[in-house]
Nanobody, 126 residues
Framework: QVQLVESGGGLVQAGGSLRLSCAASGRTFSRFSMGWFRQAPGKEREFVTA????????FYADSVKGRFTISRDNTKNTVYLQMNSLKPEDTAVYYC???????????????????WGQGTQVTVSS
């Protein structure tokens, strides 16, 4: 079983920045696409961003384009989410997830991911 552990969440003021990390176990990290999702209280889990394993293509939800950046370091088995210009509506538990797929339609879908981390809380104050 692939294990994912998120870290880096916290409390920041609106307009601030935060970087989340997701450390992955296993020997096949380099061939997993990695995604970030978030879930606010009373809301469904939603796609935030993903990076594919094959060519490193990145995809972003419209709500975070221009503000969030996903990256990965395969030598460290880690994926990052750099969040800038944070807004109160970004407040949520953020989850990283892994899938062997790479097509845009798949990596942007919550139910297409096989492995999930425990989540890390991000709170943005106004």
């Amino acid at each position: 079983q692939v294990q994912l552990v998120e870290s880096g969440g916290g409390l920041v003021q609106a307009g601030g920045s935060l970087r989340l990390s997701c450390a992955a176990s296993g020997r096949t990290f380099s061939r997993f696409s990695m995604g970030w999702f978030r879930q606010a209280p009373g809301k469904e889990r939603e796609f935030v961003t993903a990076i594919t394993w094959n060519i490193g293509s990145t995809f972003y939800a419209d709500s975070v384009k221009g503000r969030f950046t996903i990256s990965r370091d395969n030598t460290k088995n880690t994926v990052y989410l750099q969040m800038n210009s944070l807004k109160p509506e970004d407040t949520a538990v953020y989850y990283c997830a892994a899938t062997p797929a790479f097509r845009r339609s798949v990596v942007s879908s919550t139910n297409e991911y096989d492995y999930w981390g425990q989540g890390t809380q991000v709170t943005v104050s106004s």
